[in-house]
């Protein structure tokens, strides 16, 4: 392969993984990208799971065998099968070797290749497979050996050979400074949809799921339910014992409603702010979200020191007339919340259902009173109502 060409690769290689999305999306162009910059016929891109003493097959790639899911769900293999994963890119390149990639053969040892022996188990599986050879390149993140790109090629193609084990070897880096990048990418993003107190999702992710709910119910009328939450006593809490132990009530809440929401398929739990939550269901019955909003109920009230909660419930399940926005299916959530609040209603408030208020006007966010700012912590309102879209 000319020099033009493997620069090329090596650019395509960066490419694929910078317009990856996600984790998956990132090994399959890592496996793919370094599959097509070898000529290979198959890759596949495994990490080293040190606390299981496992080689975890992430992606494969190209012409798989019949036993090879493309992500598979637990293809593992024991290290000590592979004793170059442990041995050589560890021990060894701690004493002063370097992580190179090597080849493999079906037939057998190759000249030049690493040091270390014979690896039968790869052996056998270029064989088992038909495969005639392969390149195996360690990947290497935060000058540790993270895990192994491996490319094959059937049995009858050329033999890899000495230029190709280096030019792995650059790629492995490549793909590792790519896996390094996805990582930070997929860490800011956890940052940017998760509330850091409760570990639950955040307002905007609250926003960008609902938006996607609003798109279905257009299309196929999937059921949307909103039930939001306002946790009683916190004010209290907060004055009479300290905000450490207004922050455990919070968190404390937090799990409760996240316990409850598992009974419910494709479901997010958020806290909206302060002391308010919401539980967003796409797909059950306004029925199920409703019981699951009344366990709830029920479980906030032993929550100690606190309250209990104050509970509101909107859907498309019930009749609410039609949804045109996301907005509107706040506010009637948001309305049913203020009167259940109102009230002091230990159950949840349904909007849209005879008997629980469902004939009230809805309350403008715009009327509320100011939500009251906790002078310890004066960004984090105990409400933030009027921030609603």
């Known amino acids: 392969m000319g020099e033009d060409r493997r620069l090329r690769a090596v650019v395509a ?33 495994s990490v080293w799971e040190r606390e299981r003493g496992l080689l975890r097959v992430l992606v494969n790639v190209g012409n798989r065998a019949g036993d090879e899911e493309e992500f598979p769900e637990d293809e593992t293999y024991p290290v000590h099968e592979f004793p170059e994963i442990a041995e050589f890119l560890h021990e060894r390149w701690l004493e002063g070797g370097e992580p190179n990639a090597w080849v493999e053969t079906a037939a057998g040892p190759v000249a030049g290749r690493r040091p270390g022996g014979y690896c039968h188990q790869r052996v056998a599986a270029l064989r088992r497979r038909g495969r005639g050879c392969c390149v195996v390149a360690p990947v290497v993140m935060n000058g540790r050996a993270w895990g192994e790109l491996y490319v094959a090629r059937p049995a009858g ?10 030019f792995a070897t650059v790629l492995a880096s490549v793909v590792a400074a790519g896996l390094a ?64 132990m207004g922050d455990q009530l919070l968190e404390r809440f937090g799990s409760v409603l996240s316990r409850c929401a598992a009974e419910l398929p494709r479901v997010l739990v958020a806290r909206l702010g302060g002391d308010e939550f919401c539980l967003l269901a796409v797909g059950p019955s306004a029925d199920d979200v409703v019981r699951v909003a009344g366990e709830l109920c ?32 706040f506010r009637l959530a948001d309305a049913a919340q203020y009167r259940a609040k109102a009230a002091g209603s230990v159950e949840p408030v349904v909007a849209g259902r005879e008997g629980e208020g469902a004939e009230d006007p809805v309350v403008s966010l715009a009327d509320r009173p100011p939500a009251p700012v906790d002078p310890a912590h004066p960004g984090d309102r105990r409400r933030i109502r009027g921030r609603r879209p």
Request: aromatic residues 4%; negative net charge.
């Open 181 to 244: 990048q996805s990582e930070r990418l997929e860490e800011a993003r956890r940052l940017a949809f998760t509330d850091p107190l409760t570990g639950l999702g955040n307002r905007r992710a609250v926003d960008l799921r609902l938006d996607e709910a609003m798109e279905a119910h257009r299309r196929d009328g999937t059921v949307i339910s909103l039930v939001v939450c306002d946790l009683n006593g916190l004010k209290k809490v907060n004055d009479s014992y300290g905000h450490a």
């Open 298 to 329: 029920v479980r906030a009230r032993e929550l100690e020191p606190g309250d209990g909660v104050a509970c509101g419930v909107a859907s498309t399940g019930d009749p609410i007339g039609p949804l045109r926005s996301a907005r509107r299916l």
């Open 157 to 166: 193609e050329p033999v890899f050979h000495g230029d190709d084990a280096a």
């Open 13 to 45: 290689l960066a490419r694929g993984m910078a317009g990856a999305r996600t984790s998956p999306e990132t090994w399959w162009a890592a496996a793919d990208g370094s599959c097509r910059a070898l000529s290979g016929s198959f890759a596949a891109l």
